[in-house]
């Protein structure tokens, strides 16, 4: 064999993976012995989703590859010999770039060609053991007596087209015939295109099939104009669809379904309701309808008023044991002058450390230019400059103790604005509880 690899007869069976429904059967030997055919179908070995392409699922295949060829080319850094390279690369490397290609198919697509002639020209390199740019591609597939691999595809299809055609192999050519014409014959059954349904029919009647008879085909919903199937029409009315028409529970009368919660409410006069003034004590526990409602609020306006001013009057005693707000403000006020103080007197520390630090830096400048170069006025400017280090340290203390205590005066602010907030957010929703019908009828019991 080329890649001089010896199998096992027993260990080998013949499995034919094809995309036509009738392939052509043929049989193998290996030396002189017959091989079996395998008793399995291909889609069970490779287990393709049936919704997964066939192309894409072996995209990966060449660069699946090159761990094999990288393996090579770290075990066999010392062997020198081009024909036992050569061979490792055909039964190692080659065999399983060229596996399968009826299936995944790399001649359909440029880039998975590219991808897979890549591997070869990077094993053609380490072969040869040539540098990039010593050999051009072609003339290392001359001196090794290779083809591009999509040339060799090619090749074994002129060589089975050559047996075809001479009668070497038995080919029933109508078997392509037929093949190629039951894809377009009208008379042929064929399966409706929605995978739900499961009704089979002539070519030539799917377009009645689709437009009238398919349980799955798209429709318009008659209200909302949306598409929807045929056979979940019926669903999308009575549960779906917000423009169709909902009978009312209460008045039993048609309306859309956006629209009757609202209804429902607002607007139907036998829905039930309570009377809105029990919270002030309207004693009415009887169930009235919308209708009835209305003219229980007439005939008890004035009872109405004047519990409406009881309850108002209790609320009114409640809102005396909160603080009075005056208190509020005092607080405030001796927290802005704490602060205003406490910024003052870092203030004055601060000009004083800085009068320090100009007296310093002027004594300095005096030692600087009187020339005296003698150990005890470069003492006294080394004692000098530590004492401006100490008093930059302490300017830098002060200023971030300014900082914290600012922060938290912020903070503290910020907390009794929050708190003076809540309680007059609870005084003013005690003085306008709680329904605002209820303060428009107590004008109406003066004019009575």
């Not at 089975?160 to 029933?172: G, P, R, W």
């Not at 009887?286 to 209708?291: A, G, I, P």
């Not at 409406?308 to 002058?337: C, H, N, W």
């Amino acid at each position: 064999m080329e890649n001089n690899v010896r199998f096992n007869v027993s260990k080998c069976k013949v499995l034919t993976i094809t995309r036509k429904k009738n392939p052509i059967i043929h049989n193998y030997t290996l030396g002189s012995q017959n091989l079996t055919r395998a008793d399995i179908k291909a889609k069970k070995i490779l287990e393709l989703p049936p919704h997964q392409n066939v192309l894409g699922t072996f995209t990966r295949t060449p660069s699946s590859r090159r761990p094999m060829f990288g393996v090579l080319r770290r075990t066999c850094t010392k062997l020198m010999d081009m024909k036992a390279r050569r061979t490792l690369y055909l039964s190692l490397v080659k065999s399983q770039l060229c596996y399968a290609t009826e299936v995944w198919s790399p001649v359909n697509s440029v880039q998975i060609s590219r991808r897979v002639e890549k591997v070869q020209r990077r094993a053609t390199r380490w072969i040869t053991m040539t540098k990039r740019g010593e050999l051009s591609y072609r003339e290392r597939l001359l001196a090794l007596d290779l083809l591009p691999l999509t040339y060799d595809r090619e090749v074994r299809d002129l060589v089975y087209f050559f047996k075809s055609l001479f009668s070497y192999i038995d080919v029933n050519i109508d078997n392509y015939v037929l093949f190629g014409h039951s894809a377009v014959c009208q008379h042929a059954l064929i399966n409706c295109i929605h995978s739900q349904c499961k009704m089979t029919f002539q070519r030539s009647h799917q377009g009645e099939h689709l437009k009238s008879e398919c349980e799955y085909r798209n429709v318009k919903c008659d209200f909302c104009g949306k598409d929807v199937t045929f056979a979940s029409m019926k669903e999308h009315i009575g549960k779906i669809c917000e423009d169709a028409p909902v009978a009312c529970k209460y008045c039993k009368k048609d309306v859309l379904r956006k629209d009757i919660e609202r209804h429902e409410r607002r607007d139907c006069n036998e829905a039930p309701a309570t009377c809105e003034y029990q919270a002030v004590g309207c004693n009415h526990d009887k169930t009235l309808k919308q209708k009835e409602l209305r003219q229980h609020l007439n005939d008890a306006l004035v009872n109405h008023g004047g519990q409406l001013l009881r309850y108002t009057l209790a609320v009114a005693s409640q809102l005396s044991d909160f603080i009075p707000r005056p208190e509020y403000t005092g607080m405030l006020q001796k927290i802005q002058d704490d602060i205003t103080e406490v910024r003052s007197g870092l203030a004055e520390k601060f000009v004083m450390v800085v009068g320090k630090l100009t007296g310093l830096e002027r004594r300095i400048e005096s030692l600087e230019s009187s020339g005296g170069g003698d150990t005890r006025i470069r003492n006294k400017e080394h004692e000098l400059q530590s004492k401006i280090r100490d008093l930059t340290t302490e300017c830098s203390n002060l200023r971030q103790r300014n900082m914290s205590f600012e922060r938290e005066m912020r903070d503290r602010m910020d907390q009794m604005d929050a708190s003076i907030a809540l309680n007059t957010a609870t005084i003013t929703d005690l003085e306008s509880q709680r329904y605002p019908r209820a303060l428009q009828a107590i004008p109406n019991i003066s004019s009575l």
